[in-house]
């Protein structure tokens, strides 16, 4: 088998699901379990300062080894997959030169990963694709970012004569549940410049995101008897349905791309007396977030005129904002990332991500860290698959940036 692959299986054989029910991190053993494997193998390669704390988050530290000042640089990548869909028992399997068509996943339960529903699949065309049963989660999802920074990390042990300065790794648990920022030590990574390893295609770079709040209204209503409800009652279901409706319905998730932002109603429930919705908030352009924040409270203003003082409350917390800000501070940080890429024999392409990542965390927290691709597509479903090839470039871009960042001071 092919090393870069065997290494990946051999991480994804280990059930690392998130458990959203527990309020600990890690909240599953086997994350820490695996944290474990990797600090062995990176004590394999060298790397004698490793260490795992209580909550199951790898920092590891190479020196550098030149005596010039040369940026020192993070690579970090997460421990856990997905609680969405079955995360134990993964079966991969390679589709090796994979020649366009559909693939089967699993015969009994009749799942296809076709083309025609992935129209990715054909960027691969040719190469060797990894692929589930159609059960499970593949754990690229985590799991690619980390197969191909230990893969770079081997490179250089095996090439003590690439230069570089310090470099730092970090390995976190429950990232898809958002602990893995809340829990972070950046005393143990006082790392210049960071990079998260994690999805998108190949050649993609990330290091612009939504900005993004969550609103919380709660529609008061008052309840009585139906049979004396006449100009007595205030529906409260009935109430939130109106605050719906003065959203403008072609601002959400699945009538917007690219640069658009949205309003996303995620969760609405109560009864007569009272009924609470929870809105998402995104927008890239500060100017737009700040006019759509300010619509959801006017909106409630407007419904409270009407329907009396009190009726419609609205309290809206910013959750994360554009890590754009932090990293155009340092265009060498960019320009860096692209030349990695195409020394890979790839054209970097700049995507917004719409959503957050880690990254966007560890920019305002000090450390500017931008994501490049790990490769992975269709990450949190049963039709996620990766490219050995894909993998491979990914693990050749880590390897120059460092050596990029060090030719250049």
């Known amino acids: 088998m092919i090393p870069i692959a065997n290494r990946f299986f051999r991480y994804v054989s ?15 053993e086997n994350q820490r379990f695996l944290a474990e494997l990797l600090m062995d193998e990176l004590q394999e390669f060298g790397v004698e300062e490793v260490m795992i704390d209580e909550k199951s988050f790898l920092y590891a530290r190479i020196p550098s080894n030149v ?16 609680p969405e869909v079955p995360g134990g028992n993964v079966k991969p399997r390679i589709v090796e030169k994979y020649d366009g068509g559909s693939i089967l996943l ?14 990715a699949m054909l960027e691969h065309k040719g190469e060797d694709l990894i692929v589930t049963d159609g059960t499970t989660v593949l754990g690229a999802d985590g799991k690619a970012g980390i197969t191909e920074i230990m893969e770079a990390i081997k490179h250089l042990s095996e090439h003590p004569e690439i230069e570089h300065g310090e470099i730092y790794i ?9 602990y893995s920022t809340d829990f972070i030590s950046m005393e143990r990574v006082p790392a210049r410049f960071g990079f998260t390893v994690e999805g998108g295609s190949v050649g993609e770079i990330n290091y612009e995101n939504f900005n993004a709040a969550t609103a919380t209204v709660r529609v008061n209503g008052s309840n009585i008897h139906p049979g004396a409800a006449r100009n007595k009652m205030k529906n409260a279901v009935l109430l939130a349905q109106k605050f719906i409706s003065c959203i403008p319905e072609n601002e959400t998730p699945e009538s917007t791309e690219n640069y658009e932002g949205y309003y996303h109603i995620s969760d609405i429930r109560g009864g007569i007396e009272k009924c609470i919705m929870t809105y998402n908030i995104r927008d890239f352009n500060p100017e737009n977030y700040s006019f759509r924040k300010e619509r959801i409270k006017k909106t409630a203003e407007f ?9 419609f409350e609205v309290q809206v917390e910013d959750y994360y904002l554009n890590m754009k800000q932090k990293v155009d501070a340092y265009p060498e940080l960019m320009e860096n990332a692209e030349k990695a890429i195409r020394l890979a024999g790839i054209e970097p392409k700049c995507i917004p991500v719409r959503g957050g990542t880690d990254g966007v965390t560890i920019s305002f927290m000090g450390m500017p ?3 490049i691709f790990s490769g992975e597509q269709n990450g949190q479903s049963v039709y996620e698959f990766i490219s050995v090839q894909t993998m491979e470039k990914a693990t050749q871009v880590i390897v120059n940036l460092i050596r990029i960042f060090a030719e250049a001071s």
């Open 14 to 28: 280990i059930d690392t699901q998130g458990n959203a029910q527990e309020n600990v991190c890690p909240s599953s």
């Open 67 to 82: 005596e010039r000042e040369v940026p020192s640089l993070a690579f970090i990548a997460h421990l856990d997959t997905s």
């Open 106 to 119: 699993n015969k009994r339960l009749g799942v296809i990963l076709s083309p025609e529903e992935f129209p």
């Open 170 to 178: 970090v390995f976190t648990p429950d990232e898809e549940l958002g």
């Open 303 to 311: 419904l409270n005129e009407y329907y009396g003082k009190g009726t």
């Open 369 to 371: 860290c931008p994501n």
